[in-house]
């Protein structure tokens, strides 16, 4: 057996390349604007179904991209998934990496109303940054939650990546998320079905900040 040696960059550059050439094996083209949001999802996970899974409202990654230029902070349900978004890029477009999991308010929110610390967080994150990119890849109730207080008035995000994992409430949060922001005019990338999760969140916000700040990834 031989193995492949080389930088960072070269492993990854030829890891897009088997990428794009098993995709064409079958017989799978990704549309342009989408491709490199596609592409690093399935680089991070082996998963091929998010060639498929993968759904984008007309225009989405068009306006995440313009609102990471604008320095739109990012607001993430797990400090995984916040961890995982690149620092530099972030810092090129001076873009916040915010998670409110950890945050001694959330939890006693959380306790006082009975609900869970991501639904909780939610309503932090509508009161400092209504405005903000929303990536959820763990929480189905911070979707719900954000869901609600979207119909409410009190959320209106520059785009929500809804890619959270698991099988209880997962695929009807997404639904409910993809089908109201379809609505409501607000760009959205989600991962229907079951799979997701906060790597696949943080890759989704990470080809889009690679895209918005020129970076070659």
């Known amino acids: 057996m031989k193995l492949e040696h080389g930088t960072p ?5 030829e890891s897009m390349r088997i990428i794009r050439e ?4 079958m017989g799978v083209t990704l549309p342009p604007d989408q491709a490199a949001v596609v592409l690093r999802a399935i680089h991070t996970t082996a998963d091929f179904d998010y060639a498929q899974n993968l759904w984008f409202t007309p225009g989405a990654v068009e306006a995440g991209m313009a609102a990471l ?10 400090n995984m998934a916040r961890s995982g978004i690149n620092r530099t890029a972030c810092e090129a477009l001076g ?11 959330v939890a006693r929110q959380s306790k006082e ?4 610390r991501a639904a909780a967080a939610v309503d932090r994150w509508a009161g400092e940054h209504p405005g903000a990119v929303f990536a959820v890849g763990n929480a189905p109730t911070a979707l719900l939650r954000m869901a609600e207080l979207m119909e409410a008035g009190a959320l209106r995000p520059a785009l929500v990546i809804g890619v959270p994992v698991g099988f209880v409430n997962v695929v009807e949060s997404k639904e409910r998320i993809w089908d109201l922001c379809r609505r409501m005019g607000v760009p959205a990338i989600a991962a229907m079905g079951r799979k997701g999760g906060s790597t ?18």
């Open 9 to 13: 960059m070269d492993i990854e550059g």
């Open 22 to 25: 098993e995709l064409s094996a």
């Open 69 to 78: 230029k604008a320095g739109t902070p990012i607001v993430t349900d797990t």
């Open 95 to 105: 873009v916040e990496r915010l998670c409110y999991m950890a945050d001694p308010e």
């Open 113 to 116: 109303q009975g609900t869970t």
């Open 200 to 217: 696949v969140a943080a890759a989704v916000c990470n080809a889009l900040l690679y895209q918005a700040a020129g970076m070659r990834k």
